[in-house]
Every structure is written in structure tokens, then in C-alpha cells.
């Protein structure tokens, strides 16, 4: 079982980025998914989730209305758009999948993670 992400990258503050995570070694279709982000000194906090029908979504405050989870269940990728970047979303950004059920925002439910990929926003 892998996730792998990508899509991270160095830009402006106002800037865009599309992160991906493809999943692989099993079909994730009923799962949860996630992104959580671990910025420099700080906690890992869960940064949007969804579920597998994309009936049920949930952002952070921080992120509500600039970025955007979704997911294609036939390639097997969970997306997440990011717009409006400001310099506090510098961080790691890690996928996740859990199945179905409590702790969404709790990285202690997720069964399998991706590798990270690095978002810097610059002022």
C-alpha cells in the first residue's frame, strides 16, 4: 500500500498550487482521505478530509474558502487545490486514508501515509 504525493512547490503569497496523492496497492474507494500539514515548530494539524462518496468534507478554519479537497475515486487520488497561499501555510503536506468511521481530523486513525511534499509561500 502507498500514497504518493505531489504537486508541492515555492511560490508568492496569492499564489496557487494543486497538490495530488495516487493511491496504490489497493482500491481506496470507501476510504476516508486526507491531507494533514506540519509546518515548522508546530504540531501536525488535519487540514481537510473527505469521505469516500464525497458526501461529507471538513477544512480547518484557516483554509475555509481557499482550498478545496476532492477526489476521483476511479484513478484512486484524493486532490487538494490551494488558492489564495498566504505564508502561514508553509508546511509539509502529508495524505492520508482511514477507513470510514471516527477521528477524521485525528492523524492517530489514519492507516496509511504519503511521504509529504513541501509547500513554502513566500511574502
Known amino acids: 500500500v502507498q500514497l504518493q504525493a505531489s504537486g508541492g512547490g515555492s511560490v508568492q503569497a496569492g499564489d496557487s498550487l494543486r497538490l495530488s496523492c495516487a493511491a496504490s496497492?489497493?482500491?481506496?474507494?470507501?476510504?476516508?482521505m486526507a491531507w494533514f500539514r506540519q509546518g515548522p515548530g508546530k504540531e501536525r494539524e488535519c487540514v481537510a478530509t473527505?469521505?469516500?462518496?464525497?458526501?461529507?468534507?471538513y477544512y480547518v478554519d484557516s483554509v475555509k474558502g481557499r482550498f478545496t479537497i476532492s477526489r476521483d475515486n476511479a484513478k484512486n487520488t484524493v486532490y487538494l487545490q490551494m488558492n489564495s497561499l498566504k505564508p502561514e501555510d508553509t508546511a509539509v503536506y502529508y495524505c492520508?486514508?482511514?477507513?470510514?468511521?471516527?477521528?477524521?481530523?485525528?492523524?492517530?486513525?489514519?492507516?496509511?501515509w504519503g511521504q509529504g511534499t513541501q509547500v513554502t509561500v513566500s511574502s
Open positions: 473527505i469521505t469516500w462518496s464525497s458526501g461529507t468534507i
Open positions: 496497492g489497493r482500491t481506496f474507494s470507501t476510504y476516508t
Open positions: 492520508a486514508t482511514k477507513t470510514p468511521g471516527p477521528g477524521r481530523t485525528n492523524s492517530a486513525f489514519y492507516d496509511y
